[in-house]
T-cell receptor
């Protein structure tokens, strides 16, 4: 089944404790992206990747790191999480053929930083 | 910087009524995507509009794109409760701008009341 998976789905952590949220897709998509969703602010892009070893900042990259060492994986790293990073996070991917950016979303990761 | 405005942000409508959601964006883009998010769920692709004048219909929903006016509409015909969800629009990145960042509208939360 074609899908984007994220782990963990729920995470409660404390300020300053490094964490990684994994994202994997099995559709051989070139484009991968991380978003955060906050009430009243909609969906905002954190980082995106056009392909292996190619990443760039989105709207709200501060406090986050990403890497794209393999085409299928795009982990999101919070090296020193803070309470303002409490949010719902989505990973997404898309096939770039013919210029399409139709996003396929993962199930989401709800992160709480205390 | 691409700005995407959706109107209205909240919509409460009675079953059987018609209404239109508007998505305005600020820079040139020849494609636009609509997504649906059910409460507590992830986002799913609803419509892919690939060119100026494109019109797509699925059931009681119809989406259109006017790239010259930088406007897309999502029209709801004879609303039913099952359409209650949050709808997001997202134009494709503008090629040649050097960025492949995706910007979503803030979403329109639709509640259909019996």
């Amino acid at each position: 089944e074609a899908q984007v998976t994220q782990n963990p789905r729920y995470l409660i952590t404390v300020t300053g404790k490094k964490l990684t949220v994994t994202c994997s897709q099995n559709m051989n998509h070139e484009y991968m992206s991380w978003y955060r969703q906050d009430p009243g602010l909609g969906l905002r892009q954190i980082y995106y990747s056009m392909n292996v070893e190619v990443t760039d900042k989105g709207d709200v990259p501060e406090g986050y790191k990403v890497s794209r060492k393999e085409k299928r994986n795009f982990p999101l790293i919070l090296e020193s999480p803070s309470p303002n990073q409490t949010s719902l996070y989505f990973c997404a991917s898309s096939f770039l053929g013919q210029g399409s950016y139709e996003q396929y979303f993962g199930p989401g990761t709800r992160l709480t930083v205390t | 910087e691409l700005k995407v405005e959706q109107n209205p942000l909240f919509l409460s409508m009675q079953e059987g009524k018609n209404y239109t959601i508007y998505c305005n964006y600020s820079t040139t883009s020849d494609r636009l995507y609509w997504y649906r998010q059910d409460p507590g769920k992830s986002l799913e692709s609803l419509f892919v509009l690939l060119s100026n004048g494109a019109v797509k219909q699925e059931g009681r929903l119809m989406a259109s794109l006017d790239t010259k006016a930088r406007l897309s509409t999502l029209h709801i015909t004879a609303a039913v409760h099952d359409l209650s969800a949050t709808y997001f629009c997202a134009p494709s990145p503008s090629f040649g701008a050097g960025s492949y960042q995706l910007t979503f509208g803030k979403g329109t939360k639709l509640s259909v009341i019996p």
